[in-house]
C-alpha cells in the first residue's frame, strides 16, 4: 500500500451559524458591519456551533479513506475507524461565521510556519498540502531528504498563500512530480492539476463540477483540500487520470462537513451516474462556433467598443449638447466612430444597439455588414433595460421573453456576439442577496439562449460606480457577485470558453471622499479576479462606469500590470472611448474628422495601456 507523508497545518474550524436577529452589528462610517467576537454568550448568538478539524486533518482523512498508508509530518494524528486522533497535536483556530449565505473567515494573527520531521521509513509520496505554511528552512530541509530519497516524489499545492515567486517556492515547484493549483500558475508545468471555480483539469482532460446548495457551511479551502487529496490518492493507488477525476469530484459533491467518502462508496458513485469527461485536447481540435468567436474577440492588443447606449441613454447625452436626438442624428453619430481610419488595429468587436444595427453605412450597407467586412465581429445588446423588484428601489434586468426569437434574427442579420447588462448599487441596504440572485440566474438564462443560438454571451455585472462607499465594500459586492454569477452558469451548464465577462473595475464610488488610487484600484481588481473568475473563462472585458477618460485608461494599466492572468483582459468601453469624439463633434458633421481623431486618439490610449511595460 503506498505510503503518504502529509507535510501541513491542523487547524481547528470552528462553524458558526449566526443569527441575524439577536446579533449586534455595528456598522462603522464607511458602512462596514462589524462584530463583537469576544465569544462571550451574553453578547454572542448562534444557531448552532460545530467545531471540526480542517487543514491538513481533510488531507490525511481522505488518504485515509482511500486505504493509504498516511499520516502527518511530525505528529502523531492518526485516522482511524471514521475518526481523526488528535491527541498531543498543535492546531491553529480558525473561525467560519456563517449568516445566510455568507460565510467568513477569521484567521489567527500569526501564521504557524509548518514543521517537518525526518521520517523513519521513506514515504512514497511528500504531500505538501495548502495548509502548509512553508518557510524558507521547511523547503531546504524537505528538498535536502528529497535529494537523499530520491524515490520518493513530492506533490505540491500551491494556494494562494505561496508567492510562487519567492526562490524557496520555484525550488519546491522545480522538484515537484505533481502540481496543484486553485489559483493560475506563474509557469506552466505538465503534471498539473487545476481546481477551478466549476472544473477539475488534469492531462487534458477535465471535469465539471458544482457545490449544489451547501457552499454555506463547507468552506471552498476545504473542498479544494478534499478534490487534491482525492486525485493524489487515486493516482498514487495507480487509477486512470479520468477515474480520479471522477473519484475527486465525486468526492466533493457528496462528503458532507467533517466526512469524506470511503473509496469503496466513491467507487460506486461513479459508477452509478453518468458523469462527462471532457478531453481538453480534442476540445482543442474541435473547438465549437462560439468558442472561436470568443477567441476572436478576445485577441491580445484589442479591445471591444461599447456602440451600445440605449435610446434613453442617447437621449440624455445628446439634450445635454443641445443635439437633435432624431434617428438621423443618431445615424451619423454611430457612423463616426465605424469610419474611423484603422479602427480594426484596435477593435475586435463592437456591440450595437437594435436601432443601429438595423441602419445603413455609407456605402449603402446595413452597419452589420459594414462592420464586419472591416473584420471587426458585430455584437447587439439584447437586454431591455431595467425594471424594480416589487416594494424595492434594487432593479432587475428585463429582456428574456422572446429572447430566443431575437437572437435567431440578429444571428441571421450577422451579429456573432451579445451583452446583457445587470446593475447593482451599493447603498447602506443594497444590493440585497435575493437581487444578486434574482439578476445573476437571469444572466444565466440569457447566456444559455445565447449559446443555444450560437452567438457568445458578454455577461455583465456592473458594481454601479455612482455612489459612496469604500474599496472594500466594492471589493467584497464584486467577489460575491462574480461567485453568484458563477456558480449559476455552472448550474445552467454554459460553456464558459465560449462566453465572456464584463466587468467594473474595482474602486470607491464616485462621491466618496477618499478615492482609490490607480495602484490600489489595479490590486484590487486583479485580486478579485483571479480569485472569483474561472480560469476556464474565454475573458475578460471592463466597462469605464463613469471613470473619467484618462482615469480609465491608467486604471486599465494597472490591472494589466498585476497580470499576468488566465484570459485576455481587456476594455470595452462606451463613455471613455466615445466621450471626446461626442465633444468634438456637437452634432455638426463638418467637426466629423476631429471627432474621429478624438476617437482614435483613445483607442490608441487604451490598446497601449494593454501592454506591461
Ligand atoms: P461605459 O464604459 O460607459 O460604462 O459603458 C460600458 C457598457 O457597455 C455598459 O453596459
Known sequence: MPSILIVGNVTKDVYLRLDNRVNNFETDQNGIKWLDLSFDNSHFNYYSRVSIYGGASISLEVLSRFGLNASISGTPATFLDGQ?????????????LCQDENTSHLEPSE???????VPTINPDWIYLDSSAVISPKLASELLDYLNLSRNTKLALFVGRHANQNTSHIKDLIARADLIINSVPLEE?????????????EYQGRKVDWTLSNKRDILTRLSIHLTIAASMLGALALGKST?????LARANAENSKLSSTLNLSTLEKNIAGEYYRIQNTNERKEKVSEIEITAQKLMAPGKGILAADESG????????????PDDEQHRRDYRNIFFTTPDIEKYVSGIILFDETARQTADNGKKFVEYIRDLGIIPGIKVDQGLVNFENSDEKYTQGLDGLPERLKDYY?????FAKWRAAFEITDNSPSDAAIKKNCEILADYARDCQAANIVPIVEPEVVYDGDYP???NIDYTSKILDQLFDELTRKQINLAGCILKVNMVLAGKRQEKQSTPAEVGQATAKVLKEHVPQELAGVVFLSGGQSVTQA???????IKNGPFPWTVTFSYARALQDPALQAWQGDNTNADSARQAFRERLIANTNALKVD
Open 84 to 96: 481523526f486522533i488528535a491527541k498531543d497535536i498543535h492546531t491553529t483556530y480558525r473561525y467560519i
Open 471 to 473: 474599496i472594500k465594500k
Open 188 to 200: 506552466k508545468h505538465d503534471n498539473n492539476i487545476y481546481i477551478g471555480k466549476s472544473c477539475i
Open 553 to 559: 485608461t491608467e486604471n486599465l494599466h494597472e490591472v
Open 412 to 416: 441571421d442579420m450577422g451579429a456573432r
Open 312 to 323: 434613453g441613454s442617447i437621449h440624455k447625452k445628446f439634450e445635454s449638447m443641445n443635439i
Open 242 to 246: 479520468d477515474d480520479a477525476l471522477l
Open 111 to 117: 501564521e504557524v510556519y509548518t514543521s517537518w520531521q
